[in-house]
T-cell receptor
Framework: DAGVIQSPRHEVTEMGQEVTLRCKPI?????LFWYRQTMMRGLELLIY????????DSGMPEDRFSAKMPNASFSTLKIQPSEPRDSAVYFC??????????FGNGTRLTVT | AQSVTQLGSHVSVSEGALVLLRCNYS??????LFWYVQYPNQGLQLLLK??????LVKGINGFEAEFKKSETSFHLTKPSAHMSDAAEYFC????????????FGQGTTLQVKP
């Protein structure tokens, strides 16, 4: 079991650029979650999918953020255009039914 | 609405001493409660969870937590701290154990001194 795989581990970009974060959930898991961690706001749920369908995106901060899950083994979180306040660690997590969440190691995003 | 408050952003204990990390929750429905641990540069790992039934929950690495409804608390304890316990700990609440839609506390950093 390779766990939840996120890429890249670190991303540094300039304000205004598009950023795409990637996630491969654990094989067989049917739910996928994107969380953001900042010093100011802690851990926040951005969006989650069940069986590849977005269920709740109420945590997505604004239209600059979008997430997709084209198939059961891949998801992306895109920020366009990026802003310095988007700097954070973005976590992807997956689960199966009532099993606990399995988190990836995160992508540390720095927007200058 | 649900919310979680962790009392103390930093806790320091000596190796071998009792670990007590405090968590209070607010929930309009029966809560499902969780403790997660985060080691540097890693994702969160589940320590233990309370859903229903026994109010004293045992988790991994010798940790346990007790659900006290009257006090709306779910404090995490470990009888004897080990150096490897140094990490950040998060308490979380969910309306259902079946979702990962968790509300996290702000986290408590545990320092273990030799």
């Amino acid at each position: 079991d390779a766990g939840v795989i996120q890429s890249p581990r670190h991303e540094v970009t300039e304000m205004g650029q598009e950023v795409t974060l990637r996630c491969k959930p654990i094989s067989g898991h049917n739910s996928l979650f994107w969380y953001r961690q900042t010093m100011m706001r802690g851990l926040e749920l951005l969006i989650y999918f069940n069986n590849n369908v977005p269920i709740d995106d109420s945590g997505m901060p604004e239209d600059r953020f979008s997430a997709k899950m084209p198939n059961a083994s891949f998801s992306t979180l895109k920020i366009q255009p990026s802003e310095p306040r988007d700097s954070a660690v973005y976590f992807c997590a997956s689960s199966l039914s009532d099993s606990p969440l399995h988190f990836g190691n995160g992508t540390r995003l720095t927007v200058t | 609405a649900q919310s979680v408050t962790q009392l103390g952003s930093h806790v320091s204990v000596s190796e071998g001493a009792l670990v007590l990390l405090r968590c209070n929750y607010s929930s309009s429905v029966p809560p499902y409660l969780f403790w997660y641990v985060q080691y540097p540069n890693q994702g969160l790992q589940l320590l233990l969870k309370y859903t229903t039934g026994a109010t004293l929950v045992k988790g991994i690495n010798g940790f346990e937590a007790e659900f006290k409804k009257s006090e709306t608390s779910f404090h995490l304890t470990k009888p004897s701290a080990h150096m490897s316990d140094a990490a950040e700990y998060f308490c979380a609440v969910s309306v259902s154990e079946r979702t990962g839609k968790l509300i996290f506390g702000q986290g408590t950093t545990l320092q273990v001194k030799p």
